[in-house]
């Protein structure tokens, strides 16, 4: 069936770094990808999305592109901040369904 | 902005009681569902409705049940709680269901324990 594989967590790096974390997916046809975000204590919130091969989705300084012939969806952000601290997953959607990845955890050290 | 709310936030069971998480949206979405949320499972979706008096099951729906009888409320039973029901719960609303919009509005989560 569908899947999504993140690398796994945590991730931990300083202030202003670079940062990747890595998404691959497993699907029939052309699903749309997407990330999601979720802060201490509260519910998970979109972040960015693309639906179609080539696209990029980007959002608050945070940036993926859909590559058909690697079926991956990378986040990638230039410089991160204290306050990226939190999970990130990636997602697909099939049929009435979102199927998240497992979740890669993320601690920015100031 | 309420967005979507579930009750309760906390929640202690014995083995084999039975309880209802509720879940309310006041931004007029049709599709409605519900994930557990596991350490180092990810979100797993349990059932999901694209309207009312509509419902499907998800990925791991054994052992809880629900009902889509009005657009704004999907309440989640757990008929006779076991252990491994023990989890955070999330409710996520969408105006139309992913295939269209794609984006999922989330609850703040219950977390339910089950000793």
């Known amino acids: 069936g569908d899947s999504v594989t993140q690398m796994e967590g945590p991730v931990t790096l300083s202030e202003e770094a670079f940062l990747t974390i890595n998404c691959t997916y497993t699907a029939t046809g052309y699903p749309s990808l997407f990330w999601y975000v979720q802060y201490p204590g509260e519910g998970l919130q979109l972040l960015l999305k693309?639906?179609?091969?080539?696209d990029k989705g980007s959002n608050k300084g945070f940036e993926a592109t859909y590559r058909k012939e690697t079926t991956s969806f990378h986040l990638e952000k230039g410089s991160v901040q204290v306050s990226d601290s939190a999970v990130y997953f990636c997602a697909l959607d099939r049929d009435d369904k979102i199927i998240f990845g497992k979740g890669t955890r993320l601690h920015i050290l100031p | 902005n309420a967005g979507v709310t579930q009750t309760p936030k906390f929640q202690v069971l014995k083995t084999g009681q039975s309880m209802t998480l509720q879940c309310a949206q006041d931004?007029?979405?049709?599709?409605m569902s519900w994930y557990r949320q596991d350490p180092g499972m990810g979100l797993r979706l349990i059932h999901y409705s694209v309207g009312a008096g509509i419902t499907d099951q998800g990925e791991v729906p054994n052992g809880y049940n629900v009902s889509r009888s009005t657009t704004e409320d999907f309440p989640l039973r757990l008929l006779s709680a076991a252990p491994s029901q023990t989890s955070v719960y999330f409710c996520?609303?969408?105006?139309?269901?992913?295939?269209?919009?794609?984006?999922?509005?989330f609850g703040e989560g219950s977390r339910l324990t089950v000793l």
């Open positions: 996520a609303s969408s105006l139309q269901g992913p295939r269209n919009t794609g984006e999922l509005f």
């Open positions: 693309a639906t179609k091969a080539d």
């Open positions: 931004m007029n979405h049709e599709y």
